[in-house]
């Protein structure tokens, strides 16, 4: 799970894992087009650095396979179901190359865990 963060009316959620691969090699698979394709639903398209403003670009399966109506998100990313899955596929992907896809069984079962840790912090 990740660490719901409030500052005023603004609320993040931090996510910490610490992955046996090389720095060089992790960053890689955090922000390459090509890398992200394996274990993110999306596709993230901006400069990397602090206070950057990035879009975030869903697969066209994903669009398709989970009924995505906003495509393009920029700015703050309101929905977080499943974004520790997608962690535990980038650990998958660097550890043996693999990636496996998760159902939206799974997604829903986290999701409703999400919304009750929210309302909770």
Request: charge should be negative; include cysteine.
């Amino acid at each position: 799970m990740g660490r719901v963060l409030r500052d005023g009316d603004r609320v993040g959620l931090r996510f910490r894992r610490e992955l046996a691969h090389p720095r060089e090699r992790v960053w890689r698979a955090l922000t390459g087009s090509d890398d992200l394709r394996h274990w993110f639903p999306a596709d993230v398209v901006g400069e990397r650095v602090p206070g950057a403003a990035l879009e975030v670009r869903f697969w066209d399966k994903n669009v398709e396979g989970y009924g995505i109506e906003e495509e393009v998100l920029t700015g703050v990313v309101g929905a977080m179901t499943g974004h520790h899955l997608c962690l535990d596929q980038l650990d998958e992907r660097l550890t043996t190359g693999a990636s496996t896809a998760e159902t939206r069984d799974l997604l829903a079962r986290w999701e409703s865990r999400y919304r009750a840790e929210v309302s909770r912090s």
